[in-house]
């Protein structure tokens, strides 16, 4: 009697195999993976455990922020890109009802339910950077459905370019110092009064935010591990502690600086942390505003 009622189960899960094994096939084809988070995982140990960035996860899902992740959500996973942007994402192929609608020489595309800027810069083959910048995008994270969007370089339509920032009033005019400017997403190196360089920034999201004040570097490391809550990075480069567990690194898990991404640290470009690094001593005032 068991070996029938194990022959019967036997059966049935070859036929379950048969049934779903052409969506897992459809999945891996497509480049996708969809993961259900877990209870104890965010985005960073999502993205390590996938060889993906966090800004990539984030626009693929449309996520606003770094805790917008809850136990039994499915996430898009897109498919891994080098650090260093050698290969570029595959862009598929739109279907032929669904091209973009042109208006009066531009290329516009209405935001359908379900998209977001990462998969429509996909789709048109320009970058979220260049889309952001043509529709005057605060926050590339946040489109709604039935938006109109211009696509840049598309029938002759510019992409419109940043205006040059204007650097904030010297803190003290006499030797140097950094200052970061939150709302700006930036940080600028003072000598004396003048600005000698800057550089773009993510400093602390909503959650974790960068502590506003007045400080100095009390510690530098060329590589140090940082650990967290859901986070382990180890060798973070060029860092500057500044307040507590608060610093200046380099940064080599994301590339979406102009937009606050850390838990309270002040996120550059590892060459740029280099250059900050190098030119600024221990002791050196780091100014924080809003």
């Known amino acids: 009697m068991w070996r029938l009622a194990f022959k019967r189960w036997m059966v049935l899960g070859w036929v379950m195999a048969l049934l779903f094994a052409p969506a897992s096939l459809a999945l891996a084809q497509d480049g996708t993976i969809t993961h259900v988070v877990e209870s104890g995982e965010d985005l960073f140990s999502i993205a390590a455990r996938y060889g993906a960035s966090v800004p990539a996860i984030m626009l693929a899902n449309g996520l606003p922020n770094l805790d917008a992740v809850y136990v039994g959500q499915k996430l898009v996973i897109p498919p891994a890109i080098p650090m260093d942007g050698s290969v570029a994402p595959s862009i598929p192929a739109p279907s032929a009802p669904q091209g973009p609608t042109v208006q009066e020489g531009a290329t516009t595309h209405v935001v359908a339910r379900g998209e977001n800027l990462y998969r429509i810069s996909l789709r048109y083959g320009v970058s979220v950077q260049a889309m952001a910048w043509a529709n005057g995008l605060r926050n590339p994270y946040l489109v709604y459905v039935g938006q109109r969007l211009v696509i840049p370089n598309r029938s002759g339509t510019p992409v419109p370019q940043p205006g040059p920032s204007v650097p904030p009033p010297a803190p003290g005019g006499v030797g140097k110092e950094i200052v970061v400017v939150l709302h700006e997403q930036k940080v600028y190196a003072y000598e004396n009064g003048q600005v000698v360089h800057s550089s773009l920034a993510s400093t602390g999201i909503a959650r974790y935010p960068t502590p506003v004040g007045q400080y100095r570097i009390y510690t530098k490391y060329i590589s140090t591990l940082m650990t967290g809550p859901g986070y382990y990075l180890p060798n973070v480069p060029y860092t500057m502690y500044f307040h507590a567990g608060y610093g200046l690194h380099g940064t ?18 590892t060459p740029e942390a280099r250059w900050f690094f190098e030119w600024a001593p221990v002791g050196t005032p780091v100014i924080v505003r809003a």
């Open 252 to 269: 080599y898990w994301h590339h979406n600086f102009g937009h606050p991404m850390s838990h309270g640290c002040v996120n550059l470009p």
